[in-house]
T-cell receptor
Framework: DAGVIQSPRHEVTEMGQEVTLRCKPI?????LFWYRQTMMRGLELLIY????????DSGMPEDRFSAKMPNASFSTLKIQPSEPRDSAVYFC???????????FGQGTRLTVV | DAKTTQPPSMDCAEGRAANLPCNHS???????VYWYRQIHSQGPQYIIH???NNETNEMASLIITEDRKSSTLILPHATLRDTAVYYC??????????????FGKGTKLSVKP
């Protein structure tokens, strides 16, 4: 298996633009997490899906952020409109139904100028 | 909020054992102790997990105290490539809202020649 695949790896966008980050979890994993990492705040959990259903989105910073998981093999994190303070590395992770081990993607480095 | 407390940083000489402590005094009976590490700019990587017994795998050993309020991750022969931030996490091993994977600030381990 290729592991958790995130795209793009790097994204530079202008303030006010819409940004969509993508994640393909490992086949057979039924839980998916989106994280944001910055130097100041560390690794923050944004949202957690189980069987494609959002279980906990309390970490989503504000209404500009939205996440979807239309099927078991794909998830998106959208920021609209983007702001410079959204600049961070965004990680996606997937985990098996037994919930033992989470596998992380390589992340998307987002820069909003 | 993270349910664990770790020292912010530690040093270790190359070839020596690295012992990384973690306090989790409020751990519940159904929560496991997980350890992940993050090497610069990469996604976090699973190391080991345990419930109450000591565990060992090819990467590390995990020692959990009898009262389960603390644990120690042991890297038996640290190498320069083990320089990373190490995260101790407590989590139930199944889905639902309790399955959130919450990262604290971790311990930055520096292995020195």
């Amino acid at each position: 298996d290729a592991g958790v695949i995130q795209s793009p790896r790097h994204e530079v966008t202008e303030m006010g633009q819409e940004v969509t980050l993508r994640c393909k979890p490992i086949s057979g994993h039924n839980s998916l997490f989106w994280y944001r990492q910055t130097m100041m705040r560390g690794l923050e959990l944004l949202i957690y899906f189980n069987n494609n259903v959002p279980i906990d989105d309390s970490g989503m910073p504000e209404d500009r952020f939205s996440a979807k998981m239309p099927n078991a093999s794909f998830s998106t994190l959208k920021i609209q409109p983007s702001e410079p303070r959204d600049s961070a590395v965004y990680f996606c992770a997937s985990i098996t139904g037994t919930g033992v081990v989470a596998f992380f993607g390589q992340g998307t480095r987002l820069t909003v100028v | 909020d993270a349910k664990t407390t770790q020292p912010p940083s530690m040093d270790c000489a190359e070839g020596r054992a690295a012992n990384l402590p973690c306090n989790h005094s409020t751990i519940s009976g159904n929560e496991y102790v997980y350890w992940y590490r993050q090497i610069h700019s990469q996604g976090p990587q699973y190391i080991i997990h345990g419930l109450k017994n000591n565990e060992t795998n090819e990467m590390a050993s995990l020692i959990i105290t009898e009262d389960r309020k603390s644990s120690t991750l042991i890297l038996p022969h640290a190498t320069l490539r083990d320089t990373a931030v190490y995260y101790c996490i407590v989590r139930v091993a199944y889905g639902g809202s309790q399955g959130n994977l919450i990262f604290g600030k971790g311990t930055k381990l520096s292995v020195k020649p």
